[in-house]
């Protein structure tokens, strides 16, 4: 097994993962660092990449990976501190994490996706412009969610099937998850947070989904 590190905005190493080949990225992984990782791996009938960082950079590999068509490769996934993607996929943080990544089996996993075709890993929180109520009407699959205003709406995956999950805040009040193949907003204008990560601006609609293909993540 060819096994890799990606080490992402100097998150510190785990003593577990000391001796294994490590590349220097940033908060959201280069992907010509990931490109030129990936004929290293290829090499290998089980390539291994372990993602050292946060939610957002987990996210930015797998959506190469996805747009690539290169999801064969196992992930392993070591955050440092509790992260809503630790919380979803079970993980563990840390040394513990970095454990698992190497002597876990990878697990066909739901990858879930926007309809930008970015990835989401941890939740994606989505509001007004300028943090306002959120306006609008959304489903998850043929479930209503919301008509009228919210103060937010979640998004999560699910560990395992159907894979997208969703609940709205009123208040300080959030309401039971209902869980789907895909959660759809429509609206006059919405901001997403996506694993801390804010659209660039509005828009009038925000759609997560199963993507038709799953990731390999070891656990």
């Not at 100097?10 to 990225?25: C, E, F, N, R």
């Not at 939610?55 to 590999?61: E, I, K, Y």
């Not at 209503?144 to 937010?152: E, I, N, Q, W, Y």
């Not at 869980?179 to 804010?198: E, F, H, K, Y």
Request: aromatic residues 4%; proline residues 7%.
């Amino acid at each position: 097994m060819s096994t890799h590190v990606l080490r992402c905005d100097g998150a510190p190493v785990p003593i577990a993962l000391a001796a294994l080949p490590t590349s220097q990225t940033a908060a959201i992984p280069d992907t010509s660092v990931i490109d030129e990782l990936l004929p290293v791996l290829a090499a290998d009938s089980l390539p291994r990449l372990i993602v050292l960082g946060e939610d957002a950079a987990l996210a930015a590999v797998l959506t190469h990976l996805m747009r690539t068509e290169r999801l064969h490769v196992e992930i392993g996934y070591v955050p440092i501190d509790k992260t809503y993607g630790s919380r979803v996929y079970q993980t563990g943080t840390g040394n513990a994490a970095a454990k698992r990544a190497i002597e876990g089996k990878a697990v066909e996993t739901p990858l879930v996706r926007d309809d930008t075709g970015k990835v989401l890993i941890g939740r994606a929180t989505i509001t007004g412009p300028g943090g306002a109520k959120l306006e609008g009407e959304a489903y998850v699959d043929d479930t209503p969610l919301f008509s009228g205003k919210v103060t937010a709406m979640h998004v999560s995956p699910t560990l395992d099937l159907p894979g997208v999950r969703a609940t709205v805040r009123k208040g300080l009040r959030k309401r039971r998850w209902i869980a789907g193949r895909a959660a759809q907003l429509g609206t006059p204008g919405a901001v997403v947070t996506r694993d801390g990560i804010l659209t660039d601006r509005p828009v009038p609609r925000s759609t997560f989904y199963r993507h038709h293909e799953s990731w390999l993540l070891v656990r």
